[in-house]
């Protein structure tokens, strides 16, 4: 089974993998730069580049994965969970078998962003705020695209029992 978990930043997605990967999961964050899947891009050409500073205009960049990298990670017979926000992500729904939304109270919501430690890229105040306007816009379109909405609001361990039940029936 391959599974997509997916959410607008500061929602919990790094925990949950975590979580999946602390139970003996294969369980990949596509945020990890180690993993060689995700890179920074011109929206209109593809073409890789540096991290800009300060805020990130997402109509002009894209975080996109690799498919290669991707077909790559998922050549298994093991259960296999990726995490992530990708620019590109519709068009690599078809690579798995289930599709997670991760949803939470956008009160929670601004909770998490503002008390996180802030990362060197993407994050800070602008694109904060930004999250937390296109939250409820971001969770619409990812049920409407067969995504199951699994409650992220409790601790950690909860949520992942949800998905464990979730790809067990």
């Known amino acids: 089974m391959k599974v997509f978990i997916t ?67 998922l050549v298994t017979d093991e259960t296999v969970f990726l995490a992530g926000i990708l620019g590109n992500q519709e068009s690599l729904y078809h690579y798995f078998d289930k599709l997670i939304a991760l949803a939470i109270d956008p009160a929670e919501h601004k909770r998490r962003l503002t008390s996180r430690p802030q990362r060197e890229f993407g994050d800070g105040d602008l694109n904060n705020q930004r999250r937390l306007e296109k939250y409820s816009e971001h969770l619409a379109k990812f049920i409407a695209s067969g995504f199951i909405a699994v409650d992220n609001s409790g601790p950690v361990v909860q949520t992942v029992d949800q998905i464990q039940h979730l790809i067990d029936n």
């Open 7 to 73: 959410a607008s930043a500061g929602v919990g997605k790094s925990a949950v993998i975590n979580e999946l990967a602390r139970r003996g999961y294969t369980a990949f964050d596509a945020d990890d730069r180690d993993l060689n899947l995700t890179r920074l891009e011109i929206k209109e050409t593809g073409e890789p580049v540096e991290w800009p500073a300060g805020f990130v205009d997402w109509k002009r960049y894209a975080w996109n994965a690799s498919e290669e990298r991707l077909q790559e990670l």
